[in-house]
């Protein structure tokens, strides 16, 4: 069992760029959790997704940030014209199941640096 | 929305002795409150949780309260070891259908060997 798996690890971007971070959750874990989070902060709730569903993507700013989780393959998080404020580490989750006998799995991360 | 406030930010003990780290939250309506621990460099990792229908719970060094009337849980790791120091986070969540996890500022422990 592989666990949550992110990639890339570390990704640099210029101003304008575009990113994609990806993440493969846990083998039988069909939902999916992205957070942010800032230095010295705390993990901020992005978007949450099941598969090929966004079912609450309130934490995601409007512009800019897209997020799918297609039938196959990793759940994508998209960052258009990147600026240095998305520098960040941005992690994903899964879990099993939405009851709370389900609980979340952590990825390790990808840390976002936009020069 | 649910707001998770962890105090303190920063804790430092020498080792052998206890660490306590204090959430409070605001929607009474959070039923499940989880721990994560986070080392350098890596993802938070589920260490504890309490759901509120418990008062406490314990594992081996590490014990979770919850006074659901005052609406605050804390986190006690006793016999502390240098491998514990790390960023604690605790959490929040309504549960139910739906499993959106709030999460407090975090607390960075450092165990003083």
């Known amino acids: 069992n592989a666990g949550v798996m992110q990639n890339p690890r570390h990704l640099v971007r210029r101003r304008g760029q575009e990113a994609r971070l990806r993440c493969s959750p846990m083998k039988g874990h069909s939902h999916v959790y992205w957070y942010r989070q800032l230095p010295e902060e705390g993990l901020k709730f992005m978007v949450y997704l099941q598969k090929e569903n966004i079912i609450d993507e309130s934490g995601m700013p409007k512009e800019r940030f897209s997020a799918e989780f297609p039938k196959e393959g990793p759940s994508i998080l998209r960052i258009q014209q990147v600026v240095r404020g998305d520098s960040a580490a941005y992690f994903c989750?899964?879990?099993?199941?939405?009851?709370?006998?389900?609980?979340?799995?952590f990825g390790s991360g990808t840390r976002l640096t936009v020069v | 929305g649910e707001n998770v406030e962890q105090h303190p930010s920063t804790l430092s003990v020498q080792e052998g002795d206890s660490a306590v780290i204090k959430c409070t939250y605001s929607?009474?309506?959070?039923?499940?409150f989880p721990w994560y621990k986070q080392e350098l460099g890596k993802g938070p990792q589920l260490i504890i949780d309490i759901r509120s229908n418990v008062g406490e719970k314990k594992d081996q060094r590490i014990a979770v309260t919850l006074n659901k009337t005052a609406k605050h849980f804390s986190l006690h790791i006793t016999e502390t070891q240098p491998e514990d120091s790390a960023v604690y986070f605790c959490?929040?969540?309504?549960?139910?259908?739906?499993?959106?996890?709030?999460f407090g500022t975090g607390t960075k422990l450092q165990v003083i060997p």
């Open positions: 929607d009474s309506a959070s039923n499940y």
């Open positions: 989750a899964s879990s099993a199941g939405t009851s709370q006998n389900y609980g979340y799995t």
């Open positions: 959490a929040a969540s309504m549960g139910g259908g739906y499993q959106k996890v709030t």
